[in-house]
């Protein structure tokens, strides 16, 4: 009779004791992550930065953790931008707590020094972050009907799809890969001497290795790029893929910025039929004189020849080059 009893009432037992042992732990995961949160705004605000959050609330009990952060605001002790939301909800692995995820729950507003102000709304707009031990181990953004709108500007950025993804590069200290895929993008205007190129992007990929990536996180304050851009940092495109217009290429080149913060390297872009990509440029409102015929002659003689071309594509003491025929100067990027 009694060992019918423990057969019972074992087993009811163990299920009650485990419950209570994971409502304690989803209690003591969920106030651990708000404590971190706590003492990370306390850390940033006693090195400068303005950082705050208006409420947490707890959701998902008991399969998920979700903490939803109302009314949050950051910006960087070395200036340079500022970010407000109205909420954002964070979302932890129960099973490792070093895996978190962020996801937008409203327009954020994206300031820049200045003043000017970028909004930013998705369907979906998601982060994730993965650490060991403090230590990143991958981190990334991804986004669905993305939308970016200058107030201030004509026109809005738009994509269908964007995805970008960061890790420690494990090839050498300091640096960092980022591999980023944004589909059907529309850009807000035309780019300046590629009006002949649309503002339509069927696709643009890109497998970046940034170099001198520790001195990002330094801080200068009113120049936020200057600590890497004296480290001599620059971005290494080790492969790029870009269908714009006329142009379908995949290529490499590098780039940085010079000490007036003007872009600064080169692209080589093989492209098979160079014809129509230089009469689409050369027939842009704005090219000079000079540039549009030298370009039309490119066209001209690619077309007739049907040959292709490694296109090279160089930004150099404030002047972009394109296949060493100057195209136009270039102004600082902030």
């Avoid at 931008?81 to 070093?98: E, G, K, Y």
């Avoid at 649309?198 to 996180?217: K, M, P, S, T």
């Amino acid at each position: 009779m009694k060992r019918n009893w423990f057969w019972l009432v074992g087993p009811w037992t163990l299920f009650i004791v485990l419950a209570i042992g994971w409502v304690t732990y989803w209690h003591i995961a969920a106030a651990e992550a708000e404590r971190r949160i706590q003492g990370f705004l306390t850390e940033q605000q006693s090195g400068g930065a303005s950082a705050s959050i208006g409420g947490i609330v707890r959701h998902g009990f008991p399969a998920m953790l979700r903490l939803e952060l109302q009314d949050v605001n950051y910006g960087p002790a070395r200036g340079g931008w500022q970010i407000a939301t109205a909420r954002a909800d964070l979302h932890l692995n129960l099973l490792n707590t070093q895996h978190v995820t962020l996801e937008a729950e409203a327009p954020i507003a994206f300031q820049r020094a200045g003043g000017a102000v970028t909004n930013v709304t998705a369907d979906a707009l998601i982060a994730t972050l993965r650490t060991d031990n403090g230590r990143l181990v991958t981190a990334g953004i991804e986004a669905d009907n993305l939308a970016l709108d200058d107030p201030d500007k004509d026109g809005v950025l738009r994509a269908v799809k964007i995805v970008l993804n960061v890790r420690p590069d494990p090839r050498a200290a300091d640096e960092y890969q980022i591999a980023f895929d944004a589909q059907a993008l529309t850009l807000p205007r035309p780019v300046r001497s590629f009006e002949g190129l649309g503002q339509d992007v069927q696709a643009l990929r890109a497998a970046i290795v940034v170099e001198q990536g520790a001195a990002l996180l330094q801080s200068s304050p009113g120049d936020p790029l200057a600590p890497w851009r004296e480290a001599e940092g620059k971005l290494r495109f080790d492969a790029l893929v870009l269908n714009w217009g006329a142009l379908q290429t995949t290529g490499t080149g590098e780039g940085g910025l010079d000490d007036q913060r003007r872009l600064q390297g080169a692209l080589r872009l093989p492209v098979d039929r160079p014809g129509p990509v230089f009469s689409a440029i050369a027939n842009g409102p704005g090219i000079d004189n000079d540039a549009r015929r030298g370009l039309g002659l490119l066209a001209t003689a690619f077309m007739l020849s049907g040959d292709d071309i490694n296109l090279d594509v160089e930004a150099n003491n404030g002047v972009l080059r394109l296949e060493g025929i100057t195209v136009r100067t270039l102004p600082p990027v902030y």
